[in-house]
């Protein structure tokens, strides 16, 4: 093991170039995180190729042409600019070409632009919020496999506290198994023979050569999306079995409300946590019987409710489940705000014990 002292974003990029990264091409709308200049620094020392975009739509379409011949590519932003890219993003999912997308947000009010998207047709995006640095050094390298395996877009959501948290961390290689070939990468061999590669929404396939046709081809779009949902959700959850209260929160915040959970654990409050590692797909399953047995289930979010919808639909009984959230931003509007501090989190967690969520 080789620790480092980096900061979020530098170690983001250095996880993508040993993912196998080779493209990114981004706008780095204000106010940004350090990726995009991260990328700048140290992809084209690896072979690759970074673009500094005239906008978000010029970036996203670059990267899925890119990732179209066969590379691993990707771009990203943060809200306003997913807002723009949603025509991409759905365009990379009906053609079933692999996509990394970086939200690094700067709050989690994307949680429904994530997870339900702004695209057209019968897609979703596999999402994944790591809650601090040494996850996201796996999660991003989990995010270019999953893309690759199942040939489509993935969205990493990170925030301004996970770019630019230093710690020292080991950027070390996750191997998560065979990858499929890339038979369908356009890369020139097929020219002239006849039967060209097309990578193409309306069903694929060349004139003289016709793939299944629009309605078969977005009905298997359709079917992989579902097999997807029953194969990757994945979460973290501390102190359910006994628990007669669950907190649910995702990403940067599901690292502070586990440390709540833990300093009243050690107190002797039946308390416990659970927290959605990939948004999509959301894991309800396993967040029903996480909560079967409690009394309440509070749900912890920096924005106006948005998850809570999730975890109500995969509650047994609705009525459980209370916010303790809500919308924080600092005096900028553009960074995260005082709701995400422990003491507040801890003392939300006690007023709805008491029956006084203020």
Known sequence: MVLRLLDGSEAIVEAAILAGARFYA???????????????????????VCINAATEIEGVNMAMGAAAAGFRAASGSCGQGLSLMQEAIAEAALNET????FNMARN?????????????????????????????????????????????????????????TQMAVDIRKFDFGPLPPKDWQLDGTSGGTGASRQIWTFGGGKTNTPGPGPSRHWEQIAAKFD?????EARHEQGFVDDAETVVVAFGSGGKFVEFVVNQLRAEGRKIGFFRPVTLWPFPGEALERATDA??????????????????????????????IGGVSFDESGLNIGPLM??????????????GEVK
């Open 294 to 323: 409690c009394s309440r289930v509070l749900v912890f979010e920096l924005n106006a409710g948005q998850m809570i919808d999730d975890v109500r639909l995969n509650v047994g009984h609705r009525r459980k489940v209370r916010p």
């Open 26 to 48: 981004g706008y780095p709308m204000s106010p940004a995180t350090e990726l995009v200049e991260y990328m700048a620094a140290k992809l084209p020392a690896s072979g690759g």
């Open 341 to 354: 501090d422990a003491r507040v989190i801890r003392q939300r967690i006690l007023s709805a014990l008491e």
């Open 108 to 164: 989690q009010q994307d949680y429904f632009q994530a997870t339900r998207g702004g695209g057209w047709g019968d897609y979703r995006t596999i999402t994944l919020a790591p809650k601090d640095l040494y996850e996201a050094v796996e999660h991003v390298q989990l995010a270019f496999h999953l893309a690759d395996l199942y040939r489509v877009p993935v969205i990493f959501m990170g925030d301004n506290l996970l770019a630019r």
């Open 227 to 231: 097999m997807i949902a029953t194969r």
């Open 98 to 101: 692999p996509l990394v997308i």
